[in-house]
């Protein structure tokens, strides 16, 4: 079993705080500048390929009907796969394309709440006016014959500036990202916890409604505060468990934290068994 966890060993300049419903600050990792250009390179190699793929069945399908719609049927296409594309994999439960899934980075919001479909649909609007549209334009006037290097020169200019946007800021955001809210944060994928797991002792037993109070999310968070030396935040965390599930304190947190943890996996590990994925506490039953 395999889950996406931050990496502790982050520079210090792309580190930034996160602090969950429960009071703990989480350090996250933003994703670099080259690593999200790469992302979105194979995302584009992707969408081109599926657009190279519709174009010839188009092309067969006006060949064989005559009914002159092949040219309409393609700019209505290309316009609905160069922003559905993106819009669609970000409103999933993994908040990542193909391509940040492949370079481990995902989109979040910023003020640690759910990640909206408004806030998806705003990021990648944006797209369309920094990048697509005015290199659709100059590709049209290139194609006519009427493109000079003054209209040239402004469209690579403009695109430009918006595409190196996140190099000249500290939370590497674009433009997208400021209006939507959001983050673009690095991931490392590796194993969870066993050591948190693997006990021969006795276990608390905790009722679906109270394990079903969180998700992948809160799991790697919850073992962040376990393996913490914060003795503070594990009690904040163990209280703020116990109030939401409506369960007695015992005195005992760390060992409820940790058969809390040993619940959650094997709750959630079932899950993806049966093809069911909880991304976090603001979703219900993912892909």
């Not at 007695?248 to 079932?270: K, M, N, P, Q, T």
Request: with cysteine.
């Amino acid at each position: 079993m395999r889950f996406v966890r931050r990496n502790r060993n982050a520079p210090d300049t792309l580190r930034r705080s996160f602090v969950t419903p429960e009071g703990v600050d989480l350090q996250l990792e933003l994703g670099g500048g080259g690593t999200r250009a790469v992302a979105f390179l194979i995302d584009l190699v992707l969408m081109i390929t599926v657009l190279v793929v519709a174009t010839l069945a188009l092309l067969a399908f006006d060949q064989a009907t005559r009914a002159d719609i092949a040219g309409i049927l393609w700019l209505i296409g290309a316009f609905c796969l160069r922003n559905g594309y993106f819009v669609l994999f970000e409103m999933g439960g993994r908040g990542a394309t193909p391509g940040k899934r492949l370079m481990g980075v995902r989109v979040i919001a910023r003020d640690g709440a759910r990640l909206t479909a408004g806030a998806v649909v705003a990021r990648n609007a944006m797209r369309e006016i920094e990048i697509f549209l005015p290199l659709s334009f100059l590709g049209e006037q290139a194609a006519a014959g009427t493109a000079d290097a003054f209209l040239t020169l402004f469209a690579l200019s403009w695109t430009g500036i918006f595409l190196f946007f996140p190099l000249f800021n500290r939370d590497r955001l674009r433009i997208g990202d400021l209006v939507a809210g959001t983050w673009v944060v690095q991931t490392v994928v590796q194993g969870l916890a066993p050591d948190l797991v693997d006990s021969d002792r006795p276990r608390r037993v905790f009722s679906d409604a109270a394990l079903a109070l969180y998700g992948v999310y809160e799991l790697q968070a919850l073992e962040d505060v376990i393996r913490s030396g914060d003795a503070g935040a594990r009690s904040t965390v163990a209280k703020a468990i116990r109030r939401k599930a409506g369960l007695a304190s015992d005195g005992d947190d760390d060992g409820f934290l940790a058969d809390y943890y040993a619940a959650l996996c094997a709750r959630l590990e079932s899950g993806l068994l049966v093809g069911r994925r909880r991304a976090d506490k603001f979703s219900g039953a993912g892909r």
